[in-house]
């Protein structure tokens, strides 16, 4: 049930002037000091409009702390697992990555660029990524999508003053998982189409700069410039979809109606997703890249060394999943709130017309 700031403070007033003690005002001041942050953002939807990617970190935090046995249990079940599968690269079959670099570097030789050291580890790069998303991919579309609409929805359940209750929602995702994962193939969808179209204007831009008659590193500067600006595209793709599966959670629309609703959504907003989506990417990359050097290559350290640190770099890589994924929930209601089409019909997210019919969203 929604209670409006007024409703809490004659709440606590009451609680106070009955109580009559040093205890009961020392319980009250702590509980009012612990859920300062969450009673700021039920008050009012203005207090999202000003929120940048800072504020919407320390409000992740606030929500972490306010909720944090959930989301220890989401972390530990369903993050996890597929962290240490991803860091490790088990399950990737590294003759297909060598035989897909071997392709991609012929490729960028017939395009005229030059097999320089930098073009070899993007090539190499590309196909580790590739082949790892391709063998990964019934772990993202089961434990790491679920992780997801369960990340989103203890957030739903913070604002709304609840804990997360595991039967609950597995009772909510069952009757919400079809558009989840229609919305999220649709979002790989997307992103496969945009490295897809990126190489092959890459491949025909540098075969046309080769026909004119450029030597081979003058063709190297195209290519970088259309990679910085596939970089910004493929960075703003990206928020759009996970934006749409945080979407397709709450509200009663999956697939391209998800994504297009996102896109509207994001308008404004674009920077503040952008700098989210930075910080994610090199804090996974950060601990990507630790665990090649400690864990896989045996550049130094001995085994015993190695048996600690792997699973600790798993245990801050899911972490930094988990923070990633709450900050998209928090991003969502901040462009909800600050969407001009926002309107009385979208006060009740379909979770809590699941759940609890007579009871709105507390930030609307």
Known sequence: MEVSGAQLCKIDSDCLNDGGSEVSNLHGLELESAESGIR?????DQEFDSMDALEILRETVRILRYNSSGFLVIT???????????????LVDHSIVKRLTNRLLLVAKSSGLPLKYFIRQSCQRLSEMTISAAFCFPLYITFSLLSKAAIVYSVDCTYSRKKFNMSKFFAVIIKIWKRVVSTYTWACMVIVGCLALFLVLLVAVCNIVSIVGCPSSVIVYPAVMMGLVFSIIFANATIICNLAIVISVLE????????????????????????????STIGMALVEGLFENRVKTLSYGDGP?????????????????LVDSMMSAVFYFTCRSSSIESSEGEANTTLEVIDFPSRSVGID
């Open 252 to 279: 009663d629309i999956s697939g391209p109606q998800a994504l297009l609703r996102s896109g509207v959504l994001i308008q404004g907003q674009t920077q503040v997703g952008l700098i989210i989506y930075l910080g």
């Open 40 to 44: 700021r953002s039920l008050g009012s």
């Open 305 to 321: 060394s190695r048996i600690w640190e792997g699973p600790l770099l798993v245990i801050m890589y899911s972490i930094v999943v």
């Open 76 to 90: 530990a079940v369903l993050i996890c697992p597929v962290s240490a599968v991803v860091l490790s690269n088990i």
